[in-house]
């Protein structure tokens, strides 16, 4: 299983998981009082984000790249996770000397709001309360979350991005970015997503939110401040949604119909089957480091995302006349974001007048792919770069013997 | 939401859904003190079978139609369903004049071993304890379901099946059947199935089961004893699988990102989309109809088929020199069981030697295209059944209006 994404599995009690939702490890944190304008038209204030950052500003400050995670991931991308103990989530790509090259790049990836590794979230401290926000938080977006890193790019004193880069949910913030803050992203890298959650995946999303919702231990959302955990639903809404990352071809190399210690069927509700086993593992340690709310939060933001309603209900208005150069990629496997999807993407972006390229790598890896181990995915993010960092006029990293 | 099933909802306590598996309304029994032997290696005894029957059983006893029905189905095929207060699932495809003929033919609909509705299974009472049978029910397996329906065919004295019919798991019915007794089934309809259950079908059904189990009130599945209900276990199991019964294509045809009832978001967790909200209701009125220990053993039974393990892993010796002549249907939106999966049992039956004609009916209705208003998939089933009874020396019925 070396290709499918694993996950430690410390033991975090409650209390634990809320001081990361507060007192991030291993993060760098900047605090706002300015209160935050969001979509569902109130305020929020203050507002923490951590982040990392890795490489070096230059001069510029043109070298900046921000790194946008998915659903689930956090601002470790490319250092080791305090929570799992783990390396980077995408220290395959990011690196001195990897396609988001850490010689040359800015690098500065950060948790998004609504999260619960240190941004603002509902596990997150209310000071207003002193307690959890839980379900006072507001309902974020996409956008929300953009314009929390537009507020972060402001304190680190960068104007413009020379990239913006992102998979999954980080795919959405990135075309969001693009489309609010055109001026301030010289290059994009949306990856296996869309500019709106289909119905299909609202209903995925929908019945991984009742399964949470369903657990007695949720207890509408008081979960932190009761010191339960609604383990067994976020676990189920976790092994449902895992099977929409993989593909039906990667699940049939990887287990097959093979059973998991055993030669026969045991004729129970064991886990005879490797794949029953492997989803057990998915949704257990998955409980251990990400909170039940957040994942409710996260979920709805991505429901919501349709940047075409945003503008009158024309894609290509999103981009119009937009300075950005793109390049967009998909997955052949992909079922959640299928290639169709990024095509849309490209004709809005065509109908805008951008500059775009597209790529559909081939592979049986499904949504997971811009995760894992693709050379082509690298080959074709570290092209995509250079290229723009010509246009940018960033110098070429030196050797790296000759430092 | 024409062609997409919906279920009433009427509210059935405990008591009653156990009335209904050991005291089933609107159905004939057979009841059978011979044990059954499982592929389990235990012995089930008593066991009862309830069904159902149209048309007339003719003098050679060789018109008889056996229908298989699916996970959630029951033997109200062609007739009223005593609890939902509805129709027959298929009525749409049996009776007078209707492909599966019943001025023609004798169609015999019995409710699966394992399930709910008047057949022996979990929700029933076991004799020896006066208790339900709960998880002391033995786990089973396709063929288990065959070798009863056989035992039902014993005691109706039909030898030979004119036709075996079904879909999803009735279409793992049908070929079982071919399988295990090729000499009783003249012809053999498995519409959107296959010869064994693929481990991202086995990773589906493993979430739902892991809802149900997750759910306080399944206790340890003996709800039914303490007069509690999984209901929210059970009618997350339900949204999950409903997704998998309809494609990405008829969702967004329907549903795509429309509200209900309102014309902006309302920033929450109710039900904004109209998918969220037709999800919860298939979710709520499952739960009404279907007892969820039945849901345990249905989808275990699935995950255990496969005809070539069956067979020294070879899945052509499965059908090897069979009598029976074959029609295999697939749905090209169809993404739980696809098209491929119906093409591997066509390779086999050819590899067998088997007469087997083939049709991949194009439609974006998903899996559940086979219980929907599908005009090509009743010319198919007419036209395979008019040749098969030719070929078996059935008389064609009457013109209806010479009668």
């Not at 950060?110 to 941004?119: A, D, R, Y």
């Not at 379900?135 to 680190?156: C, E, W």
């Amino acid at each position: 299983m070396a290709d499918i994404e694993q996950v430690n599995s410390p033991n975090t009690a409650p209390d634990v998981r809320g001081r990361e939702a507060d007192e991030p490890r291993a993060s760098r944190i900047a605090r706002f009082d300015t209160p935050l304008k969001l979509d569902a038209g109130v305020e929020l204030a203050p507002v923490q984000i951590a982040y990392n950052t890795y490489g070096t500003l230059n001069a510029d400050r043109s070298n900046a790249v921000l790194i946008c995670h998915a659903l689930t991931g956090d601002h470790h991308a490319a250092s080791d996770n305090p929570v799992t103990g783990k390396g980077g989530w995408w220290e395959t790509l990011i690196g001195p000397g990897k396609p988001i090259d850490t010689d040359r790049y800015f690098i500065i990836s950060s948790n998004v709001l609504g999260s619960c590794m240190g941004t603002t979230g509902p596990a997150s401290t209310n000071p207003a309360t002193g307690q959890p926000w839980g379900l006072s938080f507001p309902v974020i977006t996409i956008r929300d979350m953009v314009r929390a890193q537009a507020m972060l790019l402001d304190h680190l004193g960068i104007d413009t991005l020379f990239a913006v880069v992102g998979g999954s949910m980080g795919g959405m913030q990135v075309l969001q970015w693009a489309s609010s803050y055109p001026e301030r992203v010289f290059a994009a890298l949306p990856i296996a997503c869309a500019t709106r959650h289909s119905a299909q995946n609202i209903a995925f999303h929908e019945v991984g939110r009742q399964a949470i919702m369903a657990d007695p231990d949720w207890r509408g959302g008081r979960y932190l401040l009761d010191g339960t955990n609604p383990r067994r639903g976020l676990a189920v809404a976790r092994m449902g949604a895992h099977i929409t990352y993989l593909s039906d071809a990667a699940l049939h190399r990887k287990f097959g119909r093979k059973y998991q210690d055993r030669a026969t069927p045991t004729f129970s509700f064991d886990a005879d089957f490797q794949v029953e086993s492997y989803l057990r593992h998915q949704g257990s340690s998955f409980v251990e480091r990400f909170d039940a709310n957040s994942y409710l939060y996260l979920t709805r933001a991505m429901d919501y995302f349709d940047l075409a309603a945003d503008c009158g209900g024309v894609l290509a208005n999103a981009f119009k006349d937009t300075p950005t150069r793109f390049c967009v990629i998909s997955f052949t496997s992909d079922w959640l974001f299928p290639t169709p999807d990024s095509r849309a993407t490209v004709h809005a972006l065509n109908a805008g007048g951008a500059r775009v390229s597209f790529a559909e790598i081939v592979t049986d890896k499904g949504h997971d792919a811009f995760l894992l181990d693709e050379p082509e995915l690298f080959a074709i993010v570290r092209g995509f770069l250079d290229g723009a960092g010509k246009a940018r006029g960033l110098n070429a990293a030196q050797p790296r013997e000759a430092r």
